[in-house]
């Protein structure tokens, strides 16, 4: 009899062959990881011709290691404020082979951006994040639920930087004007990354003096109007 003091699991009976070997064969799953001992006890016939008595239990020490997993990911380049981050075909290869199953959980201290399940061939469906100018110091974990793996998570900086803004004027009104009249101006503020501005200042500014000929503020919204700005205009 194969036994597991660690755990206080018998692990099989085999018999023994005729040339006086016994093997048993035992996988440990979940979270046995260490050293355990194992003891191994000689049970002689119960029918004659009985040769042989039962030997005092010798024992050995088995360590079980963790298994290895390598999670498949790394940060995006060029991300700017109003980008969404999708990191596509995460994979995950571990030292038992085959294909695994589980799930991918990404966090951020002590923010939770969710959980995602494997799906076909071991493959993570596409994690899409939306994250704030900085550098995010994304974590992300590995469990199938039963095993205990080693190496099971793996941290990326993901970089977003500001978004490059640009300034359209629409037609000036009126669209004609004469000297010593005023006209007004609209206009957008468009930000590279897909979101506008919706708050900070505009500035009119005299391109050939360098002169700040008005401001206006953005209230909620990424259009503005320079209103009643006198002619002539250098």
């Keep these: 009899t194969f036994f597991d003091v660690t755990t206080g699991t018998t692990l099989g009976n085999p018999t023994v062959s005729a040339?006086?070997?016994a093997t048993q064969t035992f996988s440990y799953a979940g979270t046995v990881t260490g050293a355990h001992t194992i003891t191994a006890t000689y049970h002689p016939p119960t029918v004659a011709?009985?040769?042989?008595?039962?030997?005092?239990?010798?024992?050995?020490?088995?360590?079980?290691?963790?298994?290895?997993?390598?999670?498949?990911v790394s940060a995006l380049s060029g991300k700017v404020?109003?980008?969404?981050e999708t990191y596509h075909n995460i994979t995950v290869t571990t030292?038992?082979?085959?294909?695994?199953?589980?799930?991918?959980?990404?966090?951020?201290?002590?923010?939770?951006?969710?959980?995602?399940?494997?799906g076909a061939g071991g493959v993570c469906p596409d994690i899409v994040l939306t994250l704030t100018v900085?550098?995010?110091?994304?974590?992300?974990?590995?469990t199938d639920g039963t095993h205990t793996y080693a190496n099971a998570t793996?941290?990326?900086?993901?970089?977003v930087s500001p978004a490059p803004t640009t300034v359209t004027f629409t037609a000036p009104i009126p669209s004609t004007a004469v000297y010593g009249t005023t006209v007004s101006y609209t206009g957008n503020v468009t930000g590279?990354?897909?979101?506008?501005?919706?708050?900070?200042?505009?500035?009119?500014?005299?391109?050939?003096?360098?002169?700040?000929?008005?401001?206006v503020n953005l209230a909620g919204t990424n259009a503005f109007t320079f209103s009643n700005i006198p002619l002539p205009l250098n």
């Design 154 to 159: 793996v941290q990326i900086a993901q970089v």
């Design 81 to 84: 404020y109003g980008n969404t």
């Design 19 to 21: 040339t006086g070997l």
């Design 49 to 72: 011709p009985i040769n042989f008595t039962g030997n005092p239990t010798a024992s050995l020490s088995e360590t079980v290691q963790k298994n290895s997993s390598i999670i498949n």
């Design 192 to 215: 590279a990354g897909g979101t506008n501005p919706t708050a900070g200042t505009v500035f009119l500014i005299d391109a050939n003096t360098n002169t700040v000929l008005a401001q």
């Design 95 to 118: 030292t038992q082979g085959g294909t695994p199953t589980g799930t991918i959980t990404v966090t951020e201290g002590v923010t939770n951006y969710g959980t995602f399940t494997l």
């Design 134 to 142: 900085g550098t995010h110091n994304l974590v992300f974990s590995y």
